[in-house]
């Protein structure tokens, strides 16, 4: 855990390096993975002081992303599109943790994690496994297989997309 947080805290570094260099768009990138790590962490911690305090610092560097991303589309001209091979999509993250705030899966005030499925739709794979995983830990069998399925689903559809092998192959181990 202690490495995962060192890793957050270098994100956040490079992110405001970034940033005093003008570079917002790397710049909030960089903040909106942090707030993803962070979140991700959060999610898996039992002690709900820290697990707070995760979710502070997540929301404090999506927040901050949000704030790079307005400015950097204001000074970025409107003819460059962003390619879908980009890793992670800022805006796909930002509307993540507003949902799972919303959906109540994890948040501030309230440390349950509850299931949606409409909510998997919002997840990447990795995220669809974690829940999947969270969920039988609590004894949801049945909404865990959801998930694990949905998981299993969007790692088929990637590969079909990229034709990569490997997600076929993780596809089929979640399924």
């Known amino acids: 855990m202690e490495k995962e947080r060192q890793e957050i805290q270098e994100l956040e570094r490079r992110a405001k390096a970034e940033e005093e260099q003008g570079n917002y768009k790397e710049a909030y990138l960089l903040y909106f993975q942090g707030a993803e790590k962070a979140l991700l ?55 993540k943790m507003d ?26 794979p990795n995220e669809c496994e974690e829940l999947g995983r969270t969920l039988l830990e609590e004894g949801k069998k049945s909404e865990a297989r959801k998930a694990f399925l949905k998981g299993a689903e969007k790692y088929l559809l990637q590969a079909e997309k990229t034709g990569r092998t490997s997600l076929v192959e993780m ?3 979640l399924k």
């Open 99 to 124: 949902h799972e705030k919303e959906e109540g899966k994890t948040s501030l005030d309230d440390t349950k994690i509850s299931f949606s499925e409409k909510g998997l739709d919002e997840l990447d």
């Open 171 to 173: 596809g089929i181990y």
């Open 41 to 95: 962490l959060a999610n898996r911690e039992k002690k709900g002081k820290i697990k707070k305090g995760l979710m502070e610092i997540a929301l404090n560097l999506k927040n901050k992303g949000k704030e790079l991303k307005s400015i950097a589309i204001q000074a970025e001209p409107s003819s460059s599109s962003p390619s879908q091979d980009e890793t992670p999509s800022p805006s796909s993250m930002e509307n």
